[in-house]
């Protein structure tokens, strides 16, 4: 998989807000993409030395609406830490 299949977006949330400051990126990325494949996506989408990777995988939950029973779709999250002194500059800008 290419590099921009594999980080779909930034989240943007209060709490990525917060450890953007240690510098902690939080992104969603394909359910299939293992630690070492996004490390290196994110050094060459970004051009940043990744330190380390974490990821959570998210089960969909389950929504009703009337009598009908769906369920919205599972994620994961990707949580990124690089070298001090660097950015990442689209997700600075938001």
Request: aromatic share 8%; proline share 4%; with cysteine.
């Amino acid at each position: 998989m290419r590099p921009e299949q594999i980080i779909i977006r930034p989240i943007i949330t209060e709490k990525a807000d917060r450890l953007r400051e240690l510098n902690c990126y939080q992104f969603l990325v394909a359910k299939k993409a293992t630690k070492q494949v996004i490390k290196e996506s994110i050094e060459k989408l970004f051009g940043v030395d990744v330190v380390e990777v974490r990821t959570a995988n998210f089960r969909g939950k389950m929504r009703r609406l009337g009598r009908s029973e769906g369920y919205r779709p599972g994620y994961k999250k990707a949580s990124v830490w690089i070298k001090p002194g660097q950015k990442i500059e689209i997700v600075e800008g938001v």
